[in-house]
């Protein structure tokens, strides 16, 4: 279902040194989803990034594949390292652990917030 993503906008600021450009804050947007994107690309088109999306809201919402609750959570700590070439990407998805407690803390506490008013 997200095949079909149209990017609207992009920014990035990049220093160029020793035949690569680093970047620390680049973005792709469109309405379902941001990329954010740090590391290097160089001059023979090797790449070293690591990109972190984040879904909008609506389109979780939407999504039959991101459906509510915790993976809306889960969406939010998604890492993808991208190495290889322009030519020939190579991807690796991770979670970052760190992230889904951060988040989970919040949500816990607003359900239990919740669960104790419908007791009482």
């Given at each position: 279902?997200?095949?079909?993503?149209?990017?609207?906008?992009?920014?990035?600021?990049?220093?160029?040194?020793?035949?690569?450009?680093?970047?620390?804050?680049?973005?792709?947007?469109?309405?379902?989803?941001?990329?954010?994107?740090?590391?290097?690309?160089d001059f023979?088109?090797?790449?070293?990034?690591?990109?972190?999306?984040?879904?909008?809201?609506?389109?979780?919402?939407?999504?039959?594949?991101?459906?509510?609750?915790?993976?809306?959570?889960?969406?939010?700590?998604?890492?993808?390292?991208?190495?290889?070439?322009?030519?020939?990407?190579?991807?690796?998805?991770?979670?970052?652990?760190?992230?889904?407690i951060g988040?989970?803390?919040?949500?816990?506490?607003?359900g239990v917030?919740?669960?104790?008013?419908?007791?009482?």
């Amino acid at each position: 279902e997200f095949k079909n993503i149209v990017f609207t906008d992009a920014q990035a600021d990049f220093l160029i040194d020793n035949k690569k450009f680093y970047t620390e804050n680049a973005q792709l947007m469109s309405q379902t989803v941001s990329l954010r994107a740090k590391g290097s690309i160089d001059f023979d088109m090797n790449l070293d990034l690591n990109v972190n999306p984040q879904f909008s809201e609506i389109a979780i919402l939407k999504s039959d594949s991101l459906k509510k609750g915790p993976t809306n959570l889960i969406t939010q700590a998604f890492d993808i390292r991208i190495t290889g070439t322009l030519d020939k990407p190579k991807y690796k998805v991770s979670t970052s652990p760190f992230k889904v407690i951060g988040n989970t803390t919040d949500l816990l506490k607003d359900g239990v917030k919740g669960i104790l008013q419908e007791i009482f």
